[in-house]
């Protein structure tokens, strides 16, 4: 759950403060700087919670410790090139980022399937990160500008 209060808070933290500053584009600021502490939160969290989140790996992959470290330190990597970033849009890092969530939904299910990981959450916690990744999909490909939403005209002829 923390990753998802990180990221709302900070979202309406950046936000209004992007709006005090009269900074350009405050929505999408406030979402990459949003989405780098979500990272940086999650990123320590894989140094600090190993073992718990190595159980998480399914257990036909090698190595679940140096995968969990290995990911703790692409998540801190994209934050630090997110707030390098933060004044432009970043759609490159976006489809990465899309990838490596993508790349961690099965641990997500297999997790929940299994109910191991997160030092002892429920099983409903565990079910809920499943969806909560796919946010987190569409929150990168938003902020990064990598997908950009379409406004459309209604015109009448």
């Known amino acids: 759950m923390a990753p998802l209060i990180t990221l709302l808070v900070t979202f309406a933290l950046a936000r209004v403060w992007a709006q005090t500053k009269s900074l350009p584009n405050p929505n999408a600021r406030a979402a990459r700087f949003a989405l780098a502490a979500m990272l940086t939160v999650t990123g320590i969290a894989h140094f600090v919670s190993t073992e718990a989140m190595a159980q998480m790996v399914p257990p036909f992959l090698p190595g679940a410790v140096a995968i969990i470290y290995a990911t703790g330190v692409l998540e ?22 899309a990838s490596f969530f993508m790349a961690l939904l099965p641990a997500n299910i297999y997790s929940a399937v299994a109910e191991s990981g997160l ?8 079910w809920f990160r499943i969806p909560l ?5 569409g929150w990168a490909l938003m902020a990064t500008g990598a997908v950009q939403r379409r406004r459309t005209a209604l015109t009448t002829t």
């Open 133 to 137: 990744q796919v946010l987190f999909i």
């Open 76 to 97: 801190l990597a994209a934050a630090a090139l997110l707030l390098k970033r933060i004044d432009r849009p970043t759609p490159w890092l976006g489809w990465v980022l």
């Open 119 to 126: 030092g002892g959450h429920g099983a409903q916690y565990l």
